[in-house]
Structures are given as C-alpha cells and as structure tokens.
C-alpha cells in the first residue's frame, strides 16, 4: 500500500510539475527503439467515442528527419519567401532535426451519424497530449508544435494526409535535454476557474 501512495504521489508531482521543453534547447540522439515504442502506445490510450481512431501517426527520425527538412519544409519555406535571408532559410533546413524523433500525429475524422468531427479533432489532440507526458515522464525533452508547416497542404499530403479533410493536431518532438527547464508563468486558476 505505501508503494502505491509512493507511486501516485510522484505522479501528481509529476503533472504539476510537468514542463515542455523548447525544441531548439534539445540534444538530437536518437531515441532509443523501446522507449519510442511505450511513447507511441500510451499515446493511443485516449478517449474514442464509438472507438472510431480517427487519427494517424508517423514517425519520422533519422534520415528521413533531414530529408523531410530539405524536401517539404524548406523548399515549400522558399517557395512562399523566395526573398528571405539564408541565415532563416538555415533555421528551416533544420526544424525536424532539432529532435531525435517527431511523431506527427495527424487528424483523421471520418463520416459518422452520431460522433461530431469536434469530438475526433479533441481526441487527436489528446493523443499529442499523451505522447507529450509520456515522453516527459520518461525523462525525454518533449515538446508539441504547430509550427507554419503544420499548415502546409505539401506537408500533409506528405505525411499521407487528405487535403480539406485532415489536419495536424501537432509534431511532437522528442529528444535528450541539456538541461532542466525553468517554470514559466502559469494562469492564475481565480481568473479562469469557477466552481458551480
């Protein structure tokens, strides 16, 4: 009994402490094979109303992390800002290698007479949530982004998506830390809680 008070008592430490860490302040090893694999599995373990999966993941890590990066992300960066800087078409030739490994999961919601679309986008969301905590729990740096690319129709037809259908709920990239992050500012709960 005072191993499992022990254990839970580290993990609500653990989820008020919980903290993402920036990409670009992440080590880019890679990630070990079974550790992804617990990442990816407790990802999956989310609220499915009518256990529908309308989601999809892919996991992109060694070259491809480099290919993606040079093939999508900077030339679609070019194609729209053929006049920017090479010092910022630099930053976009790397953005996925900052990590070890992004999972990139993809919202898929499918044609349903009772489920709503919201109510698959929301649990898309919650699979980047778990793969996000999981990862941290592991003592992974972790961080969920949306970044200009997560919008880019090239991109999600890239990673298997359907244009006007699907959408990225997030990259979550995942790496080593180089060190413990800081607090930031949280919302004050009077502001945003009320009780009923």
Known sequence: MQKVKRIMSE????FSKRRSVRASKMLSDP???????TII??????????????????????????KIDEEVILSEFIKNKPDSQK?????ESKRLQRAGAVIVVISTPVNHPKIPFWEMQLSSGAVCM?????????GYAAQWLTEWYAYNDKMLNYLGGVVDRDKVS??????????????????NLSDIVTFL
């Open 31 to 37: 990630i070990d094979k079974n550790d992804l694999n």
């Open 41 to 66: 599995n407790a990802g999956l373990r989310v609220p499915d109303h009518g256990a529908l999966s309308p989601w999809k993941l892919k996991v992109i890590q060694g070259a491809a992390l480099k």
């Open 130 to 138: 778990n793969l996000l905590s999981c990862a941290q729990s592991m």
């Open 87 to 91: 010092s910022v078409q630099d930053i």
């Open 170 to 187: 997030g990259f979550i990239y995942i790496g080593h830390k180089l060190e413990e992050t800081n607090e930031r500012k949280r919302p």
């Open 11 to 14: 993990i609500r430490k653990f």
